[in-house]
């Protein structure tokens, strides 16, 4: 240990006395803390500094202002025994100082500032969503005239990015829940003899909602996280600013290449998980209800109609598209600190979560009233 | 020069540092004085940063040893290294304030990390290191976000002073400051040192920093190292060092050296 003499802080109630000894560290702050307080429900009337070997600053400082109290709420300062510690007059001086500047002073905690606060804030958060989507429209009207501003090349490392190597995931979670959905299907239909009908129940469950919208929020929870991550540290790294100091458009750079890459590549992923979500049902089928392949491609031609395929299909790049804005947008939307990241990350996720179930329940309904 | 020897608190023992194939320090040594500036300077890629972060021991050297204290801290455990952390302060390039904390939080954290106090005498001492720094102490209640270049620099200080360190290491302090800025941390260096008797280890690229504060200049070249006082090493007559020193910036330190033999 450093210490040369361990430190001893000792209170005489009976005379208000505080007796130090040996080192006072940094470290031994909590033990002096509790010695002060002793001392100056004790009455602090002496303060003993005849055996105390080096006092830190911070020590020191504490040591000060607990005899500056001692003096104003006693009436006369504590009498001191021993040499004065060479700090005392560091901080006389630095008490000295005037160091109240131009800061401005902390902000009111009052229930009313704090609702005008919060209320001003949620408008801002929707002001700034409508910039983002006319900056984006307008990005996007010129970038259809000229193909350079399209960045095919952007566009296709997203696709990849965000598709093909969501491939594994996305398969697999289709393939499960098909099989999942498929088997308790089948046991509710045996005791009616209508074990036929899981074909019905996998294939219209599939292709018109499951696939899509399982693909959607594992893309959501992958996708627009990254998207928010990437855009959120390139705006706390002025990396945005940079961009637009040399005339680049951010929305055009950034933005618009991975909501066209995600357009392209969530309907990619959903003919993947259709195709994944039959097998499944087809090979459940096939060992638990006994159904040859040829039986339940016949029975799969019969259950859907032409349209179910495209009914699913159809929601995918709006889907994507949602997704893509929310995670970009709450990227722009950090500044200043790495817990606005995280923040604004998460609500990325949950956002584009909730909008996408939110807009699959509308088409439901579209769906419904044209008789898709 | 007094003839006693002076008190070694730092010794950097023929370390070698590689990165793969890349040997960035070849068997690097020199000692660091207690209560002296001891500043270290190289061109970019040198190695400054991984010799700051070997004498941290936040990196272990490839061979050879760095002496903190008197203690080897290559190859102490976990354990060992956090008590010998406590020893000393750092601040790093860019301040490496926690942004989603204020001024204060920051300050107080090592102590929360290293102790039980009570909310009021946090206070009272996230209030001394703001004056020591010379902040204003409303400062405290704001986020790194919200200031200045030059009080980040000095917040970062008063977390590295937040536990009475002997060892204060600053990387690049003066960096991205205006000169008055810049001018007033040397000073307030300076002026720490004196009172508080620290040893002050700092990787700086600032001539005028260098000139003002150091009283020895440790530059990396060919991955070695050559260390002496500021004056020494102005003479000295390696290419990268002349150019360093005597190339189309080096008229500061020029102007400095006469200053130095006058005073």
């Known amino acids: ?93 630095l008490l000295a100082l005037d160091q109240t500047a131009d800061v401005e002073p902390e902000p009111s905690r009052s229930w009313l500032v704090r609702f005008g606060h919060a209320l001003h804030e949620r408008f801002h958060t929707w002001y700034e969503a409508l910039t983002y989507g006319g900056a984006l429209i307008e990005t996007a009207g010129q970038a259809w005239r000229s193909l350079r501003r399209l960045r095919i090349a952007s566009v296709v490392r997203h696709v990849h990015e965000t598709g093909l190597q969501a491939v594994p995931v996305v398969a697999v979670i289709a393939f499960l829940i098909s ?80 909501v066209l890459g995600l357009v392209i590549a969530l309907p990619l992923l959903t003919i993947v998980a259709d195709f994944m979500g039959l097998l499944g049902g087809g090979l459940l089928a096939r060992y638990l209800i006994d159904l040859p392949w040829p039986q339940f491609f016949q029975r799969l031609d019969d259950a859907i109609a032409p349209t179910t395929f495209w009914a699913g299909l159809v929601k995918a790049p709006v889907f994507g598209m949602l997704i893509a804005l929310t995670g970009t947008l709450r990227g722009l939307q950090v500044r200043e600190s790495s817990r606005e990241l995280g923040r604004l990350t998460t609500v990325a996720v949950v956002q584009s979560i909730f909008l996408v179930i939110f807009a699959d329940a509308l088409f439901a309904i579209f769906f419904l009233e044209i008789d898709f | 020069m007094t003839a006693t020897p002076p008190e070694v608190v730092i010794s950097v023992r023929d370390v070698v540092n590689r990165f793969g194939a890349q040997t960035v320090h070849d068997g690097v040594s020199f000692d660091v004085h207690a209560g002296e500036v001891f500043g270290i300077v190289g061109g970019s890629g040198s190695g400054k940063s991984v010799l700051l972060k070997t004498m941290l021991g936040l990196r272990q050297p490839d061979a050879g040893a760095v002496v903190l204290e008197g203690r080897d801290i290559t190859g102490m455990t976990d354990r060992e290294l956090r008590e010998v952390k406590r020893r000393y302060g750092v601040t790093f390039q860019h301040g490496a304030l ?166």
């Open chain 2, 98 to 263: 926690f942004t989603s904390l204020t001024v204060r939080e920051n300050i107080i954290l090592p102590l929360v990390e290293a102790m039980q106090l009570e909310e009021a005498t946090l206070q009272s001492l996230a209030e001394l290191r703001l004056r020591m720094v010379g902040l204003p102490v409303e400062a405290g209640a704001k986020y790194p976000a919200q200031l200045s270049g030059g009080m980040v620099k000095r917040a970062a200080l008063a977390r590295a002073l937040a536990l009475d360190p002997v060892l204060l290491f600053l990387d690049e302090p003066t960096a991205g400051l205006d000169p008055i800025a810049a001018a007033a941390f040397d000073d307030l260096v300076l002026y720490l040192r004196r009172t508080l008797a620290l040893t002050v280890v700092m990787v700086t690229h600032d001539l005028d920093t260098l000139a003002r504060t150091c009283d020895r200049v440790a530059v990396l070249v060919d991955r070695k190292v050559i260390v002496d006082t500021l004056e020494g090493i102005v003479r000295n007559d390696h290419p990268w060092i002349r150019e360093y020193f005597h190339g189309a910036r080096g008229r500061v330190v020029g102007g400095a050296e006469e200053a130095g033999r006058g005073a």
């Open chain 1, 1 to 93: 240990m450093p210490h040369t003499g361990e430190f001893q802080a000792q209170v005489d109630a009976g005379t208000g006395t505080l007796r130090l000894s040996g080192d006072c560290r940094a470290l031994d702050l909590d033990a002096l803390e509790r010695a002060l307080a002793d001392w100056s429900r004790a009455g602090a009337r002496t303060l003993d500094l005849t055996e105390v070997g080096r006092l830190d600053i911070g020590p020191a400082w504490l040591l000060e202002r607990a005899t500056a109290r001692a003096a104003t709420t006693g009436g006369s300062p504590p009498t001191l025994t021993g040499e004065p510690p060479g700090h005392f007059a560091y901080l006389a001086e």
């Open chain 1, 179 to 258: 099989v999942i959905s498929a088997y308790i299907g089948a046991q509710q239909l045996r005791p009616y003899g209508a074990e036929i009908f899981t074909v019905d129940l996998v294939a219209l469950g599939v292709l018109r909602e499951l696939g899509v919208l399982l693909t959607a929020i594992m893309v959501a929870g992958r996708t627009g996280s990254a998207f928010a991550a990437e855009i959120g540290v390139m705006k706390l790294n002025d990396e945005i600013d940079a961009l637009e100091s040399m005339g680049l458009n951010p929305y055009e750079v950034l933005v618009l290449p991975r």
